[in-house]
């Protein structure tokens, strides 16, 4: 990593379902430049630390294992996803330092060398960094933690930025498939936003800008259409962790949205940078929310 560059910016997407990965549409295209802007910005990262809403453990677990394939973690899809790769190298070493880091916090954590991407993480980073050749480190995290505790999880793995360690969270910022999977049918892929995913999407947005994290860790309650854009909520919770990753609550330090797009008028494909997002011309220009 050039020391004259930003420590990396932790990032939190938006990965949809798995068909992102054949039909790319504003996010998939969003997340083609994403990867080089990163690049040009901050420099090649030496590995990515994964928190995906598809690995969830009883606690922080490292899948530490030498080299990764992409696990197919669904059904009642296109076939052609089952011939789609992504096998990516590990990294046992980072594995062994992000566990230490975890320790230092007072945080449980397991380390197992075993291996396997779900599609959370193989779906963006196919987009990413096409080749396969950065090292990827799971991160398997519990769900029954509070926004706050994975905030803190999310703390604990700052200083891998200064490692040159893209820190990436991957869930979805609104997620009810019911209202996708109607009684009527499948809502259409290019459908206009609801209201109640405008509303919801456009609060997060701005008490993220405005480094509001009370309100953003007291979501449920605070959040417009909470329960409706959200009945379970491991897809969002990633979120906290990229957040923790790049910000301070005693600093109030901002992320922000750096994509906006959504699908079948519900599910939120949107993106968001913290920490030194706003220090690189090139990632600001490449990455500007749509």
């Not at 394939?69 to 899809?77: E, H, I, P, S």
């Not at 906290?240 to 994509?259: C, D, S």
């Amino acid at each position: 990593m050039d020391p004259t560059l930003p420590a990396l910016p932790p990032i939190f997407v938006s990965h949809g379902s798995p068909m992102t990965a054949l039909q790319p549409r504003e996010a998939g295209h969003f997340l083609q430049t994403l990867g080089p802007a990163l690049e040009a910005g901050f420099g090649r990262p030496k590995a990515i630390l994964v928190a995906s809403a598809h690995t969830l453990t009883r606690v922080p677990t490292l899948l530490a294992a030498a080299r990764h394939q992409a696990v197919y973690d669904f059904g009642g899809f296109d076939p052609q996803l089952r011939t789609l790769r992504y096998d990516a190298p590990g990294s046992p070493a980072l594995a062994a330092r992000t566990a230490a880091l975890l320790q230092a916090a007072g945080l449980p954590v397991q380390r197992v060398d075993e291996g396997g991407l779900d599609h959370g993480i193989w779906t963006p980073l196919r987009y990413m960094f096409p080749r396969a050749d950065i090292p990827v480190l799971p991160l398997g995290w519990p769900p029954s933690w509070t926004p706050a505790q994975l905030f803190a999880l999310g703390q604990a793995l700052a200083p891998l930025a200064a490692m040159g360690v893209l820190v990436l969270a991957s869930g979805s910022i609104t997620h009810n498939l019911g209202r996708v999977f109607t009684p009527r049918g499948m809502v259409p892929v290019d459908s206009p936003a609801s209201a109640e995913s405008t509303a919801f999407r456009d609060w997060w947005a701005a008490r993220t800008a405005a480094a509001d994290w009370p309100a953003l860790l007291d979501w449920r309650q605070q959040a417009p259409h909470a329960l409706q854009m959200h009945p379970s909520d491991e897809h969002l919770l990633p979120f906290f962790i990229a957040a923790g990753a790049g910000t301070t609550l005693a600093e109030t330090a901002p992320g922000q949205r750096i994509h906006a797009s959504l699908t079948h008028g519900e599910l939120g494909m949107d993106a968001y940078a913290f920490g030194a997002w706003g220090r690189s011309a090139p990632f600001g220009a490449a990455a500007t929310a749509h």
